[in-house]
């Protein structure tokens, strides 16, 4: 985005572009995307501090997970996916901040890439001493060579995306670095034209 912006402003000074309200809209908009990368970056490079401090209180997953699908079923609705959630509640001992964090990139994730008329689900349940977070979608899908990367920072497995459909390449690391300060682990399964599950497991008791 900066080099973007750079030539965008660039061509304003030369007098190539005429400074109108659309050419600054579009520099406004890459200033934002800026700001959004930042402030991913800042967040990631907190979360995968050895210094991070995990605020941990006990809380019930399911109850977090719907009040979370509650303030997103706008968007849900606006793309026509539809959103299920499901389950059975889970007591946790975590950080119910990161883990809203957790459960919100996931949730963008699969909207973004589940087409109209597809349908994501997330699921809550209990497993051992483990309580696990399912978010699972059938959208494109994820190919096999892509997979081993996709929490790499940057990494983008749809190398096609525009700028209204390409995020930072941070969120999915974001997910992966809290849930290693949790202790907890993430596993994925995907194919190709048939969707994603994304399952969590963080320890319950510790």
């Known amino acids: 985005p900066l080099a ?22 579009s520099c406004h908009d890459e200033i934002l ?8 970056l800042e967040k990631l490079a907190s979360y995968e501090s050895e210094n991070l401090v995990l605020n941990k ?20 609705i606006s793309k026509e996916v539809k959103l299920i959630i499901s389950g059975e509640n889970s007591l946790i001992n975590a950080d119910r901040d990161k883990i809203s964090q957790v459960i919100v990139n996931l ?23 483990f309580g696990r977070i399912e978010v699972i979608d059938d959208g494109m899908g994820i190919s096999p060579e892509d997979l081993p990367h996709i929490f790499e920072r940057f990494y983008r497995s749809d190398k096609s995306r525009t700028r209204e459909t390409g995020g930072s390449g941070i969120g999915l690391a974001i997910v992966k670095a809290i849930v290693d300060a949790h202790e907890g ?6 194919i190709i034209g048939k969707g ?7 320890p319950q008791n510790k």
């Not at 973007?4 to 809209?25: F, K, N, P, Y």
């Not at 995307?33 to 402030?39: A, D, F």
């Not at 949730?107 to 001493?129: F, M, Q």
Request: charged share 25%.
């Open 4 to 25: 973007t912006l750079q030539s965008h402003v660039e061509a304003m000074i030369d007098g190539v572009w005429e400074a109108d309200v659309e050419r600054l809209q």
């Open 33 to 40: 995307r800026i700001s959004r990368l930042v402030g991913d």
């Open 57 to 76: 209180i006990q809380f019930d997953l399911m109850e977090l997970a719907r009040s979370i699908v509650k303030g997103y079923e706008g968007e849900f």
């Open 107 to 129: 949730l963008i994730n699969a909207l973004k890439y589940t087409p109209a008329g597809g349908k994501v689900e997330i699921k809550i349940s209990n497993i051992d001493s």
């Open 185 to 190: 682990n993430i596993n994925v399964l995907s």
């Open 196 to 202: 994603t599950e994304f399952s969590i497991y963080l």
